[in-house]
């Protein structure tokens, strides 16, 4: 089965200074990786996410995620925090095939100080 | 476009009531989704479709049932809440893909369930 871990519950990052994400993930094969935000009181939006191809995936708002299969990881990246990116942000990880089950790990909550 | 919207947005329950929350897409979508999501638990997938007129069982049904008697609704039943059912409930909805797997969900809102 698969399954996500986001081991980071709550980072807290000062506007400006760089950002990493941890995520990894267990599947039997490549899978498809992705990263959600949910801003307080709305649902989840895709940030970016991994089908195949390069390992390095640029997203919307600035971030980036890498997939290192050695690692099993999907670290997502943003080089300089904005005070909006303060949010909860999960991975996920989806099957290949099948009707799309996707598994979400447990989140990491983003504070940001200025 | 309105993309995925659920009512109600808050809804507080005696134990042993029922309810319907309601889940809408205009995007077309032949998937659909509810999940509930409870503080460090993630999100955990109770029912989807992948078409109108078909549902099936997620990793946390129990207590719960669903319709999808039309392809851009969903509902989500509960016949007789309980207070372990108190989260918060979103409904998502995708694309289906030939080769499945891999299509972005869009979530809706959320609604917020309180079961006293």
């Known amino acids: 089965a698969q399954s996500v871990t986001q081991p980071d519950i709550h980072i807290t990052v000062s506007e400006g200074a760089s950002l990493e994400l941890r995520c990894n993930y267990s599947?039997?094969?490549?899978?498809?990786l992705f990263w959600y935000v949910q801003s307080p009181g709305q649902g989840l939006q895709l940030l970016l996410k991994?089908?195949?191809?390069?390992?390095l995936v640029q997203g919307i708002k600035g971030f980036e995620a890498e997939f290192k299969r050695s690692q099993s990881s999907f670290n997502l990246r943003k080089p300089s925090v904005h005070w909006s990116d303060a949010a909860e942000y999960f991975c996920?990880?989806?099957?290949?095939?099948?009707?799309?089950?996707?598994?979400f790990g447990t989140g990491t909550k983003l504070q940001v100080i200025p | 476009n309105a993309g995925v919207t659920q009512t109600p947005k808050f809804r507080v329950l005696k134990t042993g009531q029922s309810m319907t929350l309601l889940c809408a897409q205009d995007?077309?979508?032949?998937?659909m989704y509810w999940y509930r999501q409870d503080p460090g638990m993630g999100l955990r997938l109770i029912h989807y479709?992948?078409?109108?007129?078909?549902?099936a069982k997620g990793e946390v049904p129990d207590g719960y049932n669903v319709s999808r008697l039309k392809k851009q609704n969903f509902l989500l039943g509960l016949e007789s809440a309980a207070p372990s059912q108190t989260s918060v409930y979103f409904c998502?909805?995708?694309?289906?893909?030939?080769?499945?797997?891999?299509?972005?969900?869009?979530f809706g809102p959320g609604t917020r369930l309180l079961v006293l």
């Open positions: 998502a909805s995708s694309y289906s893909t030939s080769s499945g797997g891999g299509e972005t969900q869009y």
């Open positions: 599947y039997g094969a490549t899978p498809y």
């Open positions: 991994y089908f195949s191809g390069d390992t």
């Open positions: 996920a990880v989806g099957a290949r095939w099948g009707y799309q089950k996707v598994t």
């Open positions: 995007m077309n979508h032949e998937y």
């Open positions: 479709s992948v078409g109108e007129g078909t549902t």
